[in-house]
């Protein structure tokens, strides 16, 4: 019996044993299996960015980080000091390239490398390297859930970071090799330093008297926690120097805890240590990183130990000052009073005596936390303000938010709220009772009624939106001085406040938002546990009733179900989400999973532009080699230059001319020099130049960029920047040329209305996909001539585009309202029958559609495509001197001339696609006439990129055919006028300054009346459209009025809208 006994007891400890050890150890096998399942997720389409054994990335400063990186391998640890190969004609200092982030995937490539890593292997590094960063968030997210709610807690974050497919989740998937995906990583090891050394303070309340004595034994856990605190967040701001606003919040957070502190009895010099310690170390690791004067924020800068010395003097400062207030026996209100008081002081100080960086001060504030966004900053798709995303799907700011966090973005605002309010809700003093609930009602009413900021904003003499933020700031200040808080969870609620009012403002910080959203979750799960008695360990619990265990599991399902049912969903293969939600259109917009958004993750446009770049490295001259100048040797792509203001670039460098976002692509892809990059540096003279509505003012544009000896030679225009549903509407919020140019200038939103029989609107419709009206501003704008008609004249057809009504948005723009029941396109038989109908119709239009204009557009003299992307979703252009022609003709009449020219790189068989270049000239009384020609029809051979010349693939068929419209004489003969010219490449380069001369020779055809030559009695102009549309339906001029399309629905009317634009895209691209 007693054996017996003995193994029984021995089982039972066995099992004890097991519990014991399932209970101290189950996190780590759940904590690597959320680590195993994030990385699978972020990764498994990594096979989609390696094509033709070239590695891609996707966006575009990606692209700069590879050279970066490419350049630290080369020379390491260094990274660039200044880089050349962008910004066109001065050259840039990277600024939030080139750092920490760099220096660890080049480390990691080394070794990967053994030593001397191949370009592939550095390639596959950086396109991995988000994956792990983004993966390893896990593990300082379970630590700061840890501290918050427990291991349970811990382990609960981590599970919820795992599932969540936002904004976090695309940051950090395999091919995003950007800064964005380590940033929370040491964001958060900063934070998590900081709660340690807060905690460490609290326990071991260190006071000024030990650091008189050198009490080393007494202050080193404080002070090397407090150290490891400001390492940390130096390291944060080496990987992103915008990042000093979390010194900002850290001074934030201190103002907030030495006050309350204060105010609740406690000392406030045991934090103020840490703070002071933490801070100082930040600074001066810094000074050793700053590459340009100034207080920028962008680079590396006085701003960063600036700020962290202020923060540690301010920390000093506030400790020193309740001493003094402790000798002289003052009140704990006076403190607090004291201490905004001279706050307010010195800003006030500030704004006097700096008002320049006041004014910056205050500019930079709106841009990371003011909830809006200028309309330079919202045409950058990751800088728009979070819930400007309510347009797009259609929802509400619930709506949107539920999209990127399920339900757990709001359980953390009750977490977050319990936090602040529970001192005062347990303090049972009325008065403090009534001020928490006044402040909530406060934070309501700003939201509700967001006059009352606008109001706030115009008195203080600020913008209106940091007005609303103002008093949303001084509420829960006035909440929180007043409480008694744990310095670990109120950080954290500092911290997830300003990151809330960062991610609101530019939509990408919610890849920072995502850390304090799920570890505030793991204390609303431990506040749940600790409610239902369960927050105690497992062997200590007893008589678990079903209510305890059903709160717990109802809590742990509204935060899972949301993030949790779209994954389960798409691993049984249906792939359907579960949840969706219905916009204000009725359309439903499901909830993404993770496992999805990773699946469906690719590199994007740049393998089109890589296709154009490619054409581009080969055919066109080397940098410096321009022209035969033979200075290539004097811009090593990957050489060390020293810093400079202006870099003095070498005869035969040349710049390249596109929109902002395609820089890196550029300089990366194509080896070339972009004049505007994704940094915006140059992005208003792009603006200016694409947006030019004739060649004087894009070569004025040019001007400002251009140098003696190394100009802008070269255009890239893609399909996206002449869509209006696409980019073509960035450029006109950073133009600042001769003209005053809005989105009106150029296109008109439309919406699908449904009319009732008293003509009023009963229901509409606003598509994204529905097309813009365009104006003529946008057919005549630089980049929209050389796109669509390769720098062509064009002419208008007999197309009108008709409407209801005309309507106003919230922003005064006109909305053009059509009649879904009607056809809103309507043709005719000859341009006066559309010019009168128009003219009688003040809403109606001539064209606006596709590539019909309303008036004549009049051809490029200076510009030629000479290569393309192979689906022509990218030209290049090259800007030439043109070829001069003089010729006489005909008296007082108007000249054309015109030129077939086949893209060679495009053939395909027999098949080669083309198009017509033609160009008008009026002749004068004595039948003179001059032209200025921009494409060669002859000697392409003897000039190409070895000798410094561009080789191009766009060649003539023949020569240009230089016509005059026929004419009828007294004696009612039919007479034509034409010749042709050959154009050599050396006249249109400039090389050959000889100047083609022609005469057009006079032929007779008939006579009028001749029934041999009936049909020549017309005295029409030829068409001189490049591309014409090949829609029956809409181009033919034999076609009626009643053939019409039928748009009897939303849909139909949509199409008559789109297949103008679709026909003529097919009908150009096979042309």
């Known amino acids: 019996m007693s054996e017996k006994n003995e193994e029984s007891r021995a089982s039972s400890i066995s099992a004890d044993s097991a519990l014991d050890a399932l209970e101290n150890w189950y996190h780590v096998p759940v904590l690597g299996a959320v680590l195993a399942f994030m990385f699978w997720v972020r990764v498994q389409a990594w096979e989609n960015f390696t094509q033709n054994g070239q ?274 026996e003052r009140s704990e209100a006076g403190y607090v009073a004291a201490t905004f008081g001279i706050l307010v002081v010195g800003i006030g100080v500030l704004a006097l005596v700096l008002p320049s960086f006041w004014s910056s001060l205050q500019s930079n504030l709106l841009t990371y936390l003011g909830f809006s966004a200028g309309a330079a900053t919202r045409t950058i798709g990751e800088a728009q303000p979070f819930l400007s995303q309510t347009s797009r799907y259609g929802l509400g700011m619930v709506g949107v938010i539920f999209l990127e966090y399920g339900l757990a973005f709001f359980t953390a605002l009750l977490g977050a709220g319990w936090i602040l309010l529970r001192p005062h809700f347990r303090s049972g003093n ?87 959203v799920v570890v505030l979750n793991a204390y609303v799960l431990k506040v749940v ?75 994007g446009a740049v393998t089109v ?108 225009v893609d399909s996206q920047m002449v869509s209006t549903q696409q980019k073509f509407g960035a450029p006109i919020q950073f133009y600042d040329g001769p003209r005053n140019l809005s989105t009106g200038t150029f296109y008109t939103q439309n919406i699908l209305s449904q009319y009732g029989e ?43 585009v008709d409407w209801q009504d005309t309507f106003q948005t919230a922003t005064g723009a006109d909305l053009y309202s059509f009649d879904q029941s009607a056809s809103p396109i309507q043709q005719f038989n000859s341009m006066t029958a559309a010019e009168q109908y128009v003219a009688n119709d003040t809403t109606a239009q001539i064209g606006g559609i596709g590539s019909n204009p309303p008036e004549y557009v009049e051809a490029l003299q200076h510009y030629r495509l000479v290569g393309s992307s192979d689906d022509q979703g990218v030209k290049l252009f090259e800007r030439v001197e043109g070829a001069t022609v003089e010729g006489t003709g005909p008296a007082n009449a108007t000249v054309t001339a015109s030129v077939t020219l086949n893209m060679t790189h495009l053939a395909q068989g027999n098949q080669t696609p083309q198009f017509t270049y033609t160009q008008r000239a009026d002749t004068g009384p004595d039948g003179e006439f001059t032209m200025t020609l921009p494409y060669a029809t002859t000697d392409y051979e003897a000039y190409g990129p070895a000798n410094g010349y561009t080789n191009t693939s766009v060649r003539a068929t023949g020569p240009y055919e230089i016509t005059s419209p026929s004419t009828i004489t007294e004696d009612r003969e039919i007479v034509t006028w034409n010749t042709t010219a050959q154009i050599t490449e050396g006249q249109v380069i400039g090389e050959n300054e000889t100047v083609s001369t022609v005469e057009l020779d006079r032929h007779v055809s008939g006579t009028l009346g001749d029934t041999n030559n009936t049909t020549q009695n017309n005295t029409t102009q030829p068409n001189v459209a490049s591309s014409e549309i090949t829609a029956d339906s809409v181009n033919s001029t034999e076609t009626t009025q009643a053939d019409r399309l039928d748009t009897q629905s939303p849909f139909g009317a949509a199409a008559a809208f789109v297949a103008p634009a679709v026909v003529g895209a097919l009908g150009r691209r096979y042309a």
């Open 758 to 800: 008293d003509g009023q609107v009963t229901n509409y419709r606003s598509f994204r996909q529905l097309p813009t009206l365009h104006h003529q501003a946008y057919y005549e704008s630089l980049m929209v001539r050389l796109y669509q008609n390769h720098g062509s004249a064009q002419q208008p057809q007999p197309i009108v």
């Open 55 to 328: 590695v891609y990335f996707s966006g575009n400063d990606a692209y700069y980080h590879y050279r970066q990186v490419m350049y630290t391998v080369q020379n390491w640890p260094e990274t660039m000091p200044f880089d050349i190969w962008t910004n066109f004609p001065a050259g840039t200092l990277a600024g939030q390239f080139g750092t920490l982030f760099d220096q660890i995937v080049a480390t990691a490539a080394v070794v990967i490398g053994l030593g001397s890593p191949s370009q592939q292997t550095i390639s596959m590094t950086l396109l991995f390297a988000p994956a792990v960063f983004g993966t390893l968030l896990a593990i300082p997210t379970y630590f700061i859930g840890k501290r918050l709610g427990g291991r349970l807690g811990g382990v609960f974050a981590a599970v919820v970071l795992g599932l969540l497919p936002g904004y976090f989740l695309s940051r950090s998937l395999v091919g995003a090799a950007d800064h964005n995906g380590a940033e929370p990583l040491f964001m958060s090891l900063a934070v998590l330093a900081t709660m340690i050394a807060l905690t460490v303070a609290q326990r071991e309340n260190p006071v000024y008297e030990q650091f008189l004595d050198r009490d080393v034994a007494g202050l080193r856990r404080v002070v090397g926690w407090s150290v490891l605190a400001g390492i940390t967040t130096a390291a944060y701001m080496w990987v992103w120097p915008p990042g000093v606003l979390l010194v900002g919040i850290f001074g934030a957070y201190y103002l907030v805890k030495l006050v309350s502190d204060y105010y609740s009895g406690t000392s406030p010099e045991h934090a103020a240590i840490v703070g002071a310690i933490s801070m100082a170390t930040t600074g001066i690791l810094l000074l050793s990183s700053i590459e340009e004067a100034g207080m920028g924020v962008s680079g590396f800068t006085y701003l960063q130990p600036a700020f962290s010395f202020a923060v540690a003097f301010g920390c000093v400062f506030l400790a020193a000052l309740a001493r003094v207030w402790d000798d002289r």
């Open 430 to 516: 009325p008065r403090r009772l009534g001020g928490a609930a006044a402040a909530v009602l406060v934070v309501g009413l700003v939201f509700v009624a967001p006059g009352i900021g606008d109001a706030v904003g115009t008195l203080l003499g600020v913008d209106r939106q940091l007005g609303s933020l103002a008093i949303v700031a001084i509420t829960l200040l006035a909440v929180t001085v007043t409480g008694d808080y744990d310095p670990e969870q109120l950080l954290v609620v500092v911290w997830g406040a300003f990151i809330t009012s960062a991610a609101f403002t530019q939509v990408r910080f919610n890849y920072y938002l995502v850390v304090p």
């Open 529 to 603: 546990l600790g409610s239902v008695s369960l927050d105690k360990p497992a062997s200590q619990v007893e008589d678990v009733d079903w209510y305890q265990v059903g709160t717990v599991v109802a809590v742990v399902l509204v935060v899972l179900v949301p993030i949790a049912a779209p994954v389960a969903a798409s691993a049984t293969g249906d792939g359907a989400s579960p949840i969706r939600l219905t916009n204000n259109q009725g359309q439903q917009v499901p909830l993404q999973s993770a496992t999805t958004v990773g699946a469906s993750n690719g590199p």
């Open 609 to 716: 532009w890589d296709d154009a770049m490619e054409w581009m490295q080969n055919n066109t001259p080397e940098q410096g080699n321009f022209g035969d100048a033979n200075n290539a040797d004097q811009l090593d792509y990957y050489g060390t230059y020293s810093q400079t203001d202006d870099y003095d670039y070498p005869a035969g460098a040349y710049g390249v001319m596109s929109w902002w976002d395609y820089g890196h692509w550029m300089t990366v892809e194509g080896e070339t020099i972009p004049v505007a990059n994704p940094f915006q540096q140059n992005a208003d003279n792009a603006a200016n130049f694409l947006l030019s509505q004739n060649e004087t003012e894009a070569a004025n544009a040019l001007d400002v960029v251009n140098e003696d000896d190394a100009k802008t030679r070269y255009v890239a």
